[in-house]
């Protein structure tokens, strides 16, 4: 039962270009929204919110918007850069927190 | 620095064997959470605790694993006669107060032979 879901695995970018990665869910009840990082080896380091009161969310070189009717959620990276290659998750917690609810990740390469 | 740290970083057993894995937050969050993740995956829950209370367990932890969290502060998930199914990275998270968000520790790679 995937209540979140990132749907293409992959993604390469040329340097410089906009990266945008793509999050479904299918649980109404979720109302915050995360986005994490991982390099290899290493655990998913936390790299932006959103709460569903709000529709976009921007932190320097990342924005996440959400779509609620959609029930969609992208982060845009941009400028990409060779260090944002890593794997990166959505996530979701059910409103009591007992739960963090992460799609399956996509692979993101920025090429120079 | 997530203020979380795992121990071992890396372990590698024998089928059949135990082992088991150790998490220290730095400083005293409530919530203390166990992930599994696997290549291809996203981290999948394992059980949280609230302080040394263990609230919720998924049904991915068979009986053959065990966590607990003694005095509320560092935990500890064991693992009993392991199977090459179970080599995968263990990942320890605490929830801040500030806001609902988990932090991740660095991870502990098990690969069973």
């Known amino acids: 039962d995937q209540q979140v879901k990132q749907n293409s695995p992959s993604l390469s970018v040329q340097e410089g270009r906009i990266s945008i990665l793509n999050c479904d869910y299918t649980?109404?009840?979720?109302?915050?929204f995360l986005w994490y990082k991982k390099y290899p080896a290493e655990g998913p380091t936390f790299l932006i919110s959103i709460s569903s009161i709000k529709d976009k969310n921007e932190d320097g070189r990342f924005t996440v918007f959400l779509n609620k009717s959609a029930k969609h959620l992208s982060l845009h990276i941009v400028p990409s850069q060779p260090g944002d290659s890593a794997v990166y998750f959505c996530a979701a917690p059910l409103s009591t927190g007992n739960q963090f609810y992460f799609g399956t990740g996509t692979s993101l390469t920025v090429i120079p | 620095d997530t203020g979380v740290s795992q121990n071992p970083r890396h372990k590698i057993t024998k089928r059949g064997q135990n082992v088991t894995f150790r998490c220290d937050p730095i400083?005293?969050?409530?919530?203390l959470y166990w992930y599994r993740q696997t290549l291809g995956q996203g981290p999948e829950f394992l059980t949280y605790?609230?302080?040394?209370?263990?609230?919720?367990k998924s049904r991915l932890l068979s009986d053959r694993f065990s966590a607990e969290r003694p005095k509320g502060s560092f935990s500890t998930l064991e693992i009993q006669r392991t199977e090459q199914g179970d080599s995968a990275m263990y990942l320890c998270a605490t929830l801040t107060g500030a806001r609902n968000t988990i932090y991740f520790g660095e991870g502990s790679w098990l690969t069973v032979v």
């Open positions: 649980n109404s009840m979720f109302d915050y």
């Open positions: 605790f609230q302080n040394e209370a263990q609230l919720e």
């Open positions: 400083s005293e969050h409530n919530r």
